[in-house]
């Protein structure tokens, strides 16, 4: 998730997010997060299917030898890849539902952006939301601790 946020805070920076409209960005935003997390899963499952496959392949090393350049499955078990799937459907649908200058400190501020710069970007369109320096930090502090509380949820 963290690599999803920082790709979406460069591509914001870039300005190659385009839309009309909050709900055009937060949708793109969701489908962004979801997609990833998609996509991580698959890498891991294909990475699996490859190691089964190698393992049911005839044995032409000797044993003490490793194949190739095969590390060891490092994958997680398949029940810890369906909590974790579970978890970022939390932490998306929880994102999705703070308003949209929440959601920009949160992703910038876990990119590392400084307070000061993330300050300066909400008192510009589309936000237009003028804060303190010092509230960015406190307002991160407290939507990182109830993404923690919402994704830790049972």
Same mark, same amino acid.
Request: charge should be neutral; glycine fraction near 4%; aromatic fraction near 6%.
């Given at each position: 998730?963290?690599? $999803?946020?920082?790709?979406? +805070? $460069?591509?914001?920076?870039?300005?190659?997010?385009?839309?009309? @409209?909050?709900?055009?960005?937060?949708?793109?935003?969701?489908? =962004?997060? !979801?997609?990833?997390? &998609?996509?991580?899963?698959?890498?891991?499952? !294909?990475?699996?299917?490859?190691?089964?496959?190698?393992?049911?392949?005839?044995? @032409?090393?000797?044993?003490? @030898?490793? +194949?190739?350049?095969? =590390?060891?499955?490092?994958?997680?078990?398949?029940?810890?890849?369906?909590?974790?799937?579970?978890? &970022?459907? !939390?932490?998306?649908?929880? &994102?999705? @539902?703070?308003?949209?200058e929440d959601r920009y400190l949160f992703i910038a501020k876990l990119n590392g952006a400084s307070a000061t710069v993330i300050k300066? $970007? &909400?008192? !510009?369109?589309?936000?237009?939301?003028? $804060?303190?320096?010092t509230t960015v930090d406190t307002r991160f502090h407290r939507l990182r601790k109830r993404m923690i509380e919402h994704i830790r949820?049972?």
């Amino acid at each position: 998730m963290a690599d $999803t946020l920082k790709s979406l +805070v $460069t591509a914001i920076r870039r300005d190659e997010i385009r839309g009309a @409209s909050n709900a055009e960005i937060d949708a793109y935003v969701g489908t =962004a997060i !979801r997609n990833r997390a &998609l996509n991580v899963l698959r890498g891991r499952a !294909r990475r699996r299917e490859v190691s089964a496959w190698a393992a049911e392949a005839p044995d @032409s090393h000797p044993p003490e @030898s490793p +194949v190739g350049d095969e =590390a060891p499955d490092e994958a997680p078990r398949q029940d810890t890849q369906v909590i974790a799937a579970e978890q &970022l459907v !939390r932490a998306e649908k929880l &994102l999705l @539902s703070w308003p949209p200058e929440d959601r920009y400190l949160f992703i910038a501020k876990l990119n590392g952006a400084s307070a000061t710069v993330i300050k300066q $970007t &909400l008192e !510009r369109p589309p936000f237009d939301h003028f $804060t303190a320096v010092t509230t960015v930090d406190t307002r991160f502090h407290r939507l990182r601790k109830r993404m923690i509380e919402h994704i830790r949820e049972p």
